[in-house]
């Protein structure tokens, strides 16, 4: 489903060197398959995703969604690639002031020609699942900041992608909710058949993984989980 062969992203350090974020990744996620990539703030991890979400060009590089090289894409198809095929979860969700969870979370499903009531009825459920159920007529400023990001994930998972990217999506949640949020993603992953990617700085998420890599100085390493998957997570 995606496959990254050897992207490279440098950023100048502003003392005239260079700061090598990405530095020849490949990487291939199958259907199917969560992979979590650990790193600290600045390793890299946010470019990475951007640059499979089609909002930042590599400086070399290809990455393939089912097939088809996305860093050729112009802005009208990037915009259309991010819209139909995937969910992009933010590290700080962006959501409208007055709006509430449950049309926020309807929002992709209005951009792709659904009416209003039918997207609502598609996302509630959702919702509920990531424990909104009581919070679906409240605004943002009537939220807490682990409220906002469960409305944030809830909205990025509501078209059904085919591809998921999550940065740090549990950043805001304390340790039991982090834990229902990666169980909510793995089973997505299992029962849509969804590839993942996720990124993140909490080493729990290797846990919910098939596969966990550590992001340092440009390239990906294994992860040491130090300890075997959850069960709860394997679905074994």
Request: charge should be negative.
């Amino acid at each position: 489903m995606l496959t990254l062969v050897d992207v490279v992203k440098h950023y100048p350090d502003g003392d005239g060197g260079t700061i090598r974020a990405l530095d020849g990744i490949s990487l291939s996620v199958s259907r199917g398959e969560l992979a979590a990539v650990h790193g600290p703030s600045g390793s890299g991890k946010t470019s990475l995703l951007q640059i499979i979400a089609g909002l930042l060009a590599p400086d070399y590089g290809e990455v393939l969604v089912a097939g088809r090289d996305i860093t050729a894409l112009d802005a009208a198809d990037a915009a259309d690639y991010r819209l139909r095929e995937i969910g992009y979860i933010t590290q700080t969700p962006d959501l409208m002031p007055g709006v509430s969870a449950l049309e926020q979370a309807a929002t992709k499903l209005y951009g792709r020609g659904r009416r209003p009531r039918e997207a609502r009825a598609a996302v509630r459920p959702l919702l509920e699942r990531l424990g909104l159920d009581k919070r679906l007529r409240h605004r943002p400023e009537q939220l807490s900041g682990g409220e906002r990001q469960r409305v944030a994930i809830a909205r990025a998972l509501a078209t059904a992608p085919r591809l998921v990217l999550a940065d740090e999506p549990t950043g805001a949640l304390d340790a039991g909710r982090s834990r229902e949020v990666l169980q909510l993603l793995r089973e997505l992953c299992d029962e849509q058949q969804v590839a993942m990617v996720l990124v993140t700085h909490d080493p729990l998420a290797a846990d919910y993984a098939d596969t966990a890599h550590t992001l340092r100085d440009g390239a990906l390493h294994a992860f040491d989980t130090g300890s075997a998957r959850a069960p709860s997570a394997s679905g074994s």
